[in-house]
């Protein structure tokens, strides 16, 4: 487990399906997250019993408030490539009550650090919805930096296409 002041990092539970099982089904949580085929709790249960184990190439932790001990997002560091050093990164706070205060910035810090420390890697990109400021806001304060944008790539819920930023940190930019 990676331990901060507000957050601890740990797997992923078959318990913590009904977690996902709401936020997923939740219209302001899903709002900028690439879609998905509806799916029911069942089907959350399987996939949660059946994950794979966290490996290199793939390492998908839960977000726990240290507070509660309640599970509050998840985060992942995905398509891993050690020759390159390089993998993508996946945040959300599902847990509207804790938006703005802190986790996320955290959370992010701690799964970066994991990455440049533990995998080795170099680079550490994710992409974000243009009209995502908050989410922008955050990657900016920890360090990522704009590498460019794609025109009309997300399809969101809304049924309208929106443009999405590259961006991407380098270890020594890590803003601790």
């Given at each position: 487990?990676?331990?901060g002041?507000?957050?601890?990092?740990?797997?992923i539970?078959?318990?913590?399906?009904e977690?996902?099982?709401?936020?997923?089904?939740?219209?302001?949580?899903?709002?900028?997250?690439?879609?998905?085929?509806?799916r029911?709790?069942?089907?959350?249960?399987?996939?949660?019993?059946?994950?794979?184990?966290?490996?290199?190439?793939?390492?998908?932790?839960?977000?726990?408030?240290?507070?509660?001990?309640?599970?509050?997002?998840?985060?992942?560091?995905?398509?891993a490539?050690?020759?390159?050093?390089?993998?993508?990164?996946?945040?959300?706070?599902?847990?509207?009550?804790?938006?703005?205060?802190?986790?996320?910035?955290?959370?992010?810090?701690?799964?970066?650090r994991?990455g440049?420390?533990?995998?080795?890697?170099?680079?550490?990109?994710?992409?974000?919805?243009?009209?995502?400021?908050?989410?922008?806001?955050?990657?900016?304060?920890?360090?990522?930096?704009?590498?460019?944008?794609?025109?009309?790539?997300?399809?969101?819920?809304?049924?309208?296409?929106?443009?999405?930023?590259?961006?991407?940190?380098?270890?020594?930019?890590?803003?601790?």
């Amino acid at each position: 487990m990676l331990t901060g002041k507000l957050v601890r990092l740990r797997a992923i539970e078959p318990s913590d399906a009904e977690s996902f099982y709401r936020w997923i089904h939740d219209p302001e949580v899903g709002r900028y997250m690439t879609g998905d085929h509806p799916r029911s709790l069942a089907q959350l249960r399987k996939w949660g019993e059946e994950r794979p184990v966290n490996k290199y190439e793939n390492v998908a932790l839960g977000i726990e408030s240290l507070e509660t001990g309640k599970l509050i997002g998840a985060v992942d560091l995905r398509d891993a490539r050690p020759e390159i050093g390089r993998a993508e990164l996946d945040i959300y706070i599902g847990e509207t009550d804790h938006w703005d205060g802190g986790y996320g910035t955290e959370a992010l810090k701690l799964m970066c650090r994991y990455g440049f420390n533990v995998m080795r890697l170099h680079l550490i990109a994710l992409w974000v919805v243009a009209e995502n400021e908050r989410a922008r806001h955050v990657y900016r304060k920890v360090g990522f930096v704009e590498d460019g944008r794609h025109r009309e790539c997300h399809r969101g819920p809304d049924g309208k296409y929106h443009d999405m930023y590259l961006m991407s940190l380098l270890e020594p930019e890590l803003n601790d």
